[in-house]
């Protein structure tokens, strides 16, 4: 079946720092892949998605670019922020547009000032 | 405020006792999902709707799950004879689908449920 692996957290980082969080998966048929964030007291938020193999999502700075050939979908952000502090998911939804999403355990990322 | 929204936010329960959470979708969404999530997890799939029609259910499941959409709004989940194993974060989410679309949930908030 379909599944996501993230990279254990917790992450911490100082403010400014190089942020990459992994995430591969395992899917049959053409997955797209998205990751999702969930700020201290808020809800589940779409960060950024890709549908397709060499897609690259981005948003707010973040940019994870799908790889079929490693069946990998890292998160990256060149200079973090205090406010980047949240708890970052991975997930992959079926194809022929299913919107049933299968979520990684989540990366609780913690940004020092 | 437009977004989903759920009901109660927290819940302290007996073990044994039935609870109900409701979810508010937005308002166009035709479909209506809803997970769990334990601490130190990612959500975990229950089951969705497309309009009124419950289309999947998980085998986390169990009979004692039982959820609806009687109008295609808004949902209800209802756990008979909790359990402590139950306790966890119960999100639901919505978006509008069609064929070609690979877009968006948008969750709310969750209800909390504590079995004592």
């Known amino acids: 079946g379909n599944s996501v692996t993230q990279m254990e957290g917790p992450v911490t980082l100082s403010e400014e720092a190089f942020l990459t969080i992994n995430c591969t998966y395992t899917?049959?048929?053409?997955?797209?892949l998205f990751w999702y964030v969930q700020y201290p007291g808020e809800g589940l938020q779409l960060l950024l998605k890709a549908t397709k193999a060499d897609d690259k999502g981005s948003n707010k700075g973040f940019e994870a670019t799908y790889r079929k050939e490693t069946t990998s979908f890292h998160l990256e952000k060149g200079s973090v922020q205090v406010s980047d502090s949240a708890v970052y998911f991975c997930?992959?939804?079926?194809?022929?547009?299913?919107?049933?999403?299968?979520f990684g355990q989540g990366t609780r990322l913690t940004i020092n000032p | 405020d437009t977004g989903v929204s759920q009901d109660p936010r927290h819940k302290i329960t007996k073990r044994g006792q039935n609870v109900t959470f409701r979810c508010d979708p937005i308002?166009?969404?035709?479909?209506l999902y809803w997970y769990r999530q334990t601490l130190g997890q990612g959500p975990e799939f229950l089951t969705y709707f497309q309009n009124e029609a419950q289309l999947e259910k998980s085998r986390l499941l169990s009979d004692r799950f039982s959820a609806e959409r009687p109008k295609g709004s808004f949902s209800t989940l209802e756990i008979q004879r909790t359990e402590q194993g139950d306790s966890a974060m119960y999100l639901c989410?919505?978006?509008?689908?069609?064929?070609?679309?690979?877009?968006?949930?948008?969750f709310g908030e969750g209800s909390r449920l504590t079995v004592l």
């Open positions: 308002s166009e969404h035709n479909r």
């Open positions: 989410a919505s978006s509008l689908y069609w064929r070609e679309n690979t877009g968006e949930l948008f």
């Open positions: 997930a992959l939804s079926g194809f022929q547009g299913a919107q049933k999403l299968v």
């Open positions: 899917a049959t048929g053409y997955p797209s």
